[in-house]
């Protein structure tokens, strides 16, 4: 089968010729239609998991899929042949990803059932980002709350919380690089700001001079997230997906400060399909690539100037 991998870690991605893996007990062997592209697929070929979970070379790179069930293992009584599911495959080894024409999963991982209302290559862009989001909404006690700062909300898991948190009627405030005021705006943000063209500090200030209730950061390192930290009310929430909050720092005597990892589980999926199938939630698709241009979109997603998602097409 046609896959891309790299063949050491921190390696460029290439296309190359795999062979086609059997699903074992308990697995099923997908065909992939789609890969969605998330940061976490080229932070693992740069060796972000090295040394703590066994990794197998080419390393064939991606997470997020979506495709139909061709084979299912002895074993198996959640999905049969030829059901449409999308989902996450992280298990150990690292190195059968879903950049690749065929993938194994195990029944338990991630994996569900896929939206009914949109098209499978579709799906393919929702598992890590929409899981992520849904699971911040939770993490952050977000429904609490009315005003919520998203920094990072032009990518992949700012889209969908920007989506998730304006459905709980929470007044989003979109951090964004570039003018994305009318992007933001269809996904509900009350206002999009240009922190290349204005200062972020100033136009929270101006909108909320007491603070926002809620910051969920995608974007920044601890220094920053200390500033944007800052424009949170006494009593709010402060979240970093990138491990910045420091529970230590002066913001979180009055903020409650947390570093958000997510778990990612079949109930999740389920219920980020339902979201999805009930209109709530659109499934930001903004480019699609062929397999074999996959190498190039994952240098895009390192060089930044993420909108929305990409899928690539096995
Ligand atoms: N902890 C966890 O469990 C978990 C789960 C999922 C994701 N993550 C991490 O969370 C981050 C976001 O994920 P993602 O999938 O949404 O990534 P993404 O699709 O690459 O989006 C990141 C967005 O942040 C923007 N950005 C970067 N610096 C910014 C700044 N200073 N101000 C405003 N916007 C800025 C980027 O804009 P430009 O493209 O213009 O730079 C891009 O639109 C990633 O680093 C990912 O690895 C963590």
Redesign the pocket.
């Known amino acids: 089968m046609r896959a891309v991998a790299v063949a050491e870690l921190k390696a460029p991605p290439q296309l190359i010729d795999a062979p086609r893996p059997a699903p074992g007990r308990n697995e099923v062997l997908v065909k992939v239609e789609a890969a969605g592209l998330?940061?976490?697929d080229w932070?693992i070929a740069d060796g972000m998991l090295d040394g703590t979970v066994p990794h197998e070379f080419p390393l064939i790179m991606g997470v997020d899929f979506a495709g139909r069930v061709e084979e299912a293992g002895p074993g198996v009584t959640r999905f049969a042949v030829e059901d449409a599911v999308y989902g996450q495959r992280l298990s150990s080894p690292v190195g059968s990803g879903t950049y690749a024409e065929y993938v194994v999963v195990p029944q338990d991982a991630p994996i569900a059932k896929a939206p009914d209302s949109v098209p499978l290559a579709t799906s393919a862009g929702a598992p890590?980002?929409g899981m992520?989001a849904l699971e911040i909404i939770d993490a952050a006690g977000l429904r609490e709350y009315e005003s919520l700062l998203v920094?990072?909300a032009?990518?992949?898991?700012?889209t969908f919380l920007t989506q998730l948190a304006a459905a709980h009627d929470l007044r989003v405030l979109a951090?964004?690089?570039?003018h994305d005021q009318r992007r933001m705006g269809t996904y509900g943000a009350a206002l999009a700001i240009d922190?290349q063209e204005h200062p972020l500090a100033e136009r929270v200030r101006d909108e909320y001079p007491d603070g926002v209730d809620a910051l969920v950061d995608?974007?920044?390192g601890p220094e920053e997230f200390g500033s944007h930290a800052e424009l949170v009310r006494n009593g709010g929430v402060a979240l970093s997906?990138?491990r910045a909050a420091d529970k230590d720092a002066v913001y979180a005597r009055t903020v409650e400060a947390i570093n958000?990892?997510?778990t990612s589980t079949p109930e999740v999926l389920e219920k980020l399909a339902a979201e999805i199938d009930s209109g709530r939630v659109i499934v930001p698709i903004t480019t699609e690539v062929p397999l074999d241009q996959a190498p190039d979109a994952v240098a895009r997603?390192k060089a930044?100037?993420?909108?929305g998602k990409t899928v690539i097409l096995a």
């Open positions: 998330n940061p976490l932070r890590t980002a992520t920094v990072g032009a990518g992949g898991v700012g951090a964004t690089r570039g922190v995608l974007a920044s997906t990138l958000f990892a997510h997603s930044g100037d993420a909108r």
